[in-house]
């Protein structure tokens, strides 16, 4: 009996590994939300937080671990829940904007987050995007949450008692609460946000219970008023309920507006007359739609984890922000002006994180939903006078880059077009030739498009990642210019600023290196300095940040052969670095360091693309195989399933993308860079109602090289495929080998698109 019991066990952990699954249903099952949970300040396995909403909605919920107000509100090695907020965060970094939270409690008078909080456990909760659940230890309570668009549904279930009770915090540095006991409504807004400047800003909610609450009171902070409506810095609810006989549940409706209470009864109509089930399976259908566009097989269970997990967090960020009004209107709030505003607007994403492959992978797989957001940031541009570079909900002072140019380049150029071209063009040139506030436009524009790169020495930080990265903007803008038939004079300007790149270019380091205003290279110089020329990384990071010109790169290198080897050295030098910019160790840090690849730091943004750039030397099974170590080592559907920041969709999408076997190195391009493809079979199921199906029959763990490729059953030797050949539908075909072809792709013909190799 015994041997019974064990074997399976036993058995589990090989199964999970190798056995695979022919074609997974239910998508939405396979997703854990609490990947990336186990992440802290000093050390990030994703920094996320279980996100229980419907793709793309305006709010988000999640349980609260932390205290308010904290960035991690969510962590996997919490005790205790304090509140199930909603939430708007990006990322604990950015921290949150108009939250408030509900929170049952048994036989206490208190709102105080401390006092209320209670302990819970792992092994009673349920997360799955469109459900959770958990039971709160401390009350006999369990608390249910299933997400609309702009509004949820709760459901409580108490233990027998005369003194129960829900909490409604609405958070401090502004906020107002009115109870309505015949109506068994609570309305209230939060005006609490972390960055920026918001004018006019709250987030107005309402509350409806199913169950008449027997006394309810409104408290200033800890304090007890005498009265059914306040406002104040802290002002939070308490609803009492009577003679709750063991299993009685009380069910609420939640909806929030960010431009009136009126509004956030409007919202409430999503869920209407439907119960929580229903709302629940409604939620569960709209998740498992939206995941059906790509069906992977021939994965193991964990692989298969691993992608929906990660295509889970890819359809989040940035989230609505426009509502519809009593007369079907599409309208907004605007942070810059206060005033309500027609049209479309989103918020809650940085573009020096996602214009590398979160907007490329919606504009080939969810055109639909960027075209909504390429509107968004026509109405940002028009509303505030600058296109956001961090919006959060509004501009916000963080971060590098004009890689807006990228994001609206990037999905014009794929037949994501927006109502009004020639004004979000206008858009891009006054960014890209102007400083704004909160990291609009260009800081160090002057120098920039004097010297053709922005000074080390002129008190401007991370100069050297800014002139990188402008560079490539400027190529953005040329492709979008050529492609609006704009004058020649305009389209060569854009073209010659983006090779400012190789002002940098140190020809004794065969590196990136700050440059002074007077021309000589910063000195001393060590490339394994993070920061200070550089934006969260060094040297041998940013120096492969010239996506438009890698073969422009690899010559200034000395030819191909120096350019891998010089690849390879990122991969065989030891994690050494030099921290003194930040005055300590910052997490991106640790997390190279102790991931045994080197240099390689995948858990930031700039180095992620590197990996394929042996693709544009003529050695693409090196790229081959460090997918695989990548996806293989940094990436499991665990609560430390990342290897540092998951970032809105980015790190995520990387892996979306490599998984089903390209990528895309450099938007603004209509080109995808082959990796390797994870699974045997996955299909594409394209918005215009092709499928493409991309298959790898002899695929496993071993068999990671590929020996051919063919395109429509013919033979394909290029290192990339173009975004027209994959909306086209039709059949890609991977012939996998456990050795690597060392003929295929190493010819010049084959090489990706480059500009200096563009005729």
């Known amino acids: 009996m015994l041997k019974k019991i064990i074997l399976p066990f036993l058995l589990l952990p090989i199964l999970s590994f190798a056995q695979q699954i022919p074609k997974p249903t239910d998508l939405v099952e396979w997703i854990n939300p609490l990947m990336g949970t186990d992440s802290s300040y000093e050390l990030s396995n994703g920094n996320t937080y279980p996100s229980i909403a419907l793709p793309w909605g305006m709010n988000a919920w999640t349980p609260q671990t932390g205290n308010n107000g904290n960035g991690w509100q969510y962590t996997y090695d919490a005790k205790k829940i304090r509140g199930f907020k909603q939430t708007h965060q990006p990322s604990p970094w950015m921290n949150d904007y108009g939250q408030f939270s509900l929170m049952p409690i048994v036989g206490k008078e208190t709102v105080d987050e401390e006092q209320r909080a209670s302990w819970f456990s792992h092994k009673a909760e349920i997360a799955k995007p469109y459900y959770y659940s958990v039971y ?109 006989k063991k299993g009685d549940q009380v069910n609420a409706k939640v909806a929030s507006s960010f431009i009136s209470f009126e509004q956030a009864e409007v919202n409430l109509k999503e869920i209407g007359r439907d119960n929580f089930e229903t709302v629940k399976q409604k939620a569960k259908e709209t998740w498992n739609k939206t995941l059906n566009t790509i069906q992977v097989e021939g994965g193991s269970i964990d692989q298969v984890r691993t992608f929906y997990s990660t295509l889970y967090r890819t359809l989040f960020f940035p989230m ?10 599409i309208v907004h709030y605007s942070p810059y002006s206060g005033k309500v505003m027609p049209g479309y607007r989103f918020a809650g994403t940085g573009f020096w994180d996602t214009f590398r492959a979160l907007y490329p992978f919606l504009n080939l797989m969810y055109p639909s939903i960027n075209r909504e957001m390429q509107e968004g940031l026509l109405n940002d541009y028009k509303d505030g006078g600058w296109l956001p570079e961090w919006s959060s909900p509004s501009y916000s002072d963080i971060m590098i880059g004009n890689n807006s140019a990228s994001v609206v380049a990037d999905a014009y150029l794929k037949g994501v077009k927006v109502n009004d071209i020639s004004t979000l063009y206008e858009g891009l040139l006054h960014g890209a030739n102007n400083e704004g506030p909160q ?165 930031n943004q700039p180095i992620q693309h590197m990996i394929y750039l042996y693709n544009y030397a003529g050695e693409p099974w090196k790229t081959q195989y460090w997918i695989r170590e990548v996806m293989e080592k940094l990436y499991k559907p665990t609560p430390d399933g990342y290897c540092g920041d998951e970032d809105n969709g980015q790190t995520s ?107």
């Open 439 to 603: 990291a609009t436009g260009r800081k160090g524009v002057e120098y920039y498009n004097k010297l053709g790169y922005v000074p080390y020495d002129v008190n401007i930080n991370e100069s050297a990642a800014r002139t990188l990265e402008y560079a490539y903007d400027d190529f953005a803008i040329y492709q979008l210019a050529k492609a609006l038939n704009r004058p020649k004079e305009e389209i060569d300007l854009y073209k010659s600023r983006s090779l400012n790149y190789t002002t940098l270019f140190d020809p004794e380091t065969k590196l990136m290196r700050g440059k002074n205003k007077d021309g000589n290279f910063q000195s001393p110089f060590n490339p394994l300095k993070w920061g200070d020329a550089f934006t969260e990384g060094n040297s041998w990071h940013y120096s492969w940040s010239v996506f438009h010109d890698i073969d422009g790169l690899t010559q200034l290198m000395g030819g191909y052969k120096n350019f891998t080897a010089k690849l390879d050295s990122v991969f065989t030098m030891p994690p050494d670095f030099d921290a003194s910019y930040y005055g300590e160790t910052i997490h991106e840090i640790r997390e190279m360091q102790i991931t045994n690849m080197g240099q390689y730091a995948h858990g």
């Open 136 to 244: 709160l230890a401390d009350y006999d309570v369990t608390t249910e949450i299933s997400p609309t668009e702009r509004a949820a549904a709760f459901r409580f279930t108490f233990p027998k008692t005369d003194d129960a009770a829900i909490v409604i915090d609405a958070y401090d540095r502004g906020s107002y609460i009115k109870i309505i006991p015949e109506e068994n409504k609570i309305i209230g807004y939060s005006s609490r946000y972390a960055r920026g400047k918001l004018t006019n800003f709250k987030n107005y909610f309402v509350i409806v219970f199913d169950t008449q609450f027997d006394l309810s009171s409104i408290w200033s902070d800890k304090t007890k008023m005498d009265v059914l409506e306040l406002s104040g810095s802290h002002i939070s609810g308490l609803m009492h309920f009577k003679n709750l």
């Open 653 to 759: 999408a990387w892996y979306v993308f490599s998984a089903l076997g390209f990528y895309p190195v450099c938007p603004a391009t209509n080109q995808y860079v082959l990796g390797t493809p994870l699974f045997k079979k996955v299909t594409l199921n394209l918005e215009n109602g092709k499928q493409f199906i991309i298959t790898a029959q002899k695929n496993n763990a071993e068999n990671k090289y590929i020996q051919q490729v063919k395109l429509n059953k013919k033979g394909y030797n290029f290192n990339w495929i173009s975004h027209e050949n994959i909306l086209k539908g039709g059949t890609f075909d991977f012939e996998m080998s456990k050795t690597p072809n060392k003929k295929r792709g190493t010819t010049k013909e084959a090489f990706p698109f480059s500009l200096s190799t563009t005729k």
């Open 320 to 329: 609505k922000m426009y509502e519809i009004d009593a007369n079907g209107k």
